[in-house]
């Protein structure tokens, strides 16, 4: 899941992805609720919204997820960013 993620170290402390903020929360956002059914891991929540699980970190960025090895629990409602504003962003090619 994060082979090939980006990691950084900033004044000593390690960051997975974008030292940046590339997306933050917004109004076009669609809510997931995360299902009893086993799709508790990032990268299979961002397999279904997206059809990679490369892009698990910007489920957890958008949801200020601090640690993406933890599994989100059950009924934890979620923003899921749109595909049309991360192809706008330059993030997923549409």
Do not use: C, H
């Not at 933890?70 to 595909?83: D, E, N, S």
């Amino acid at each position: 899941m994060f082979s090939t993620t980006p990691v950084y170290e900033v004044n000593g402390v390690i960051q997975f992805g974008l030292t940046k903020d590339a997306v933050v929360p917004d109004a076009t956002d669609e809510m997931f609720v995360v299902p009893s059914d086993g799709v508790e891991r990032l990268d299979l929540i961002s397999y279904n919204a997206y059809g990679t699980p490369e892009l698990w970190w910007v489920i957890a960025r958008v949801n200020n997820i601090q640690d993406p090895l933890v599994a989100v629990p059950v009924g934890t409602p979620l923003r899921i960013p749109t595909r049309q504003r991360l192809a706008s962003e330059g993030i997923l090619n549409a």
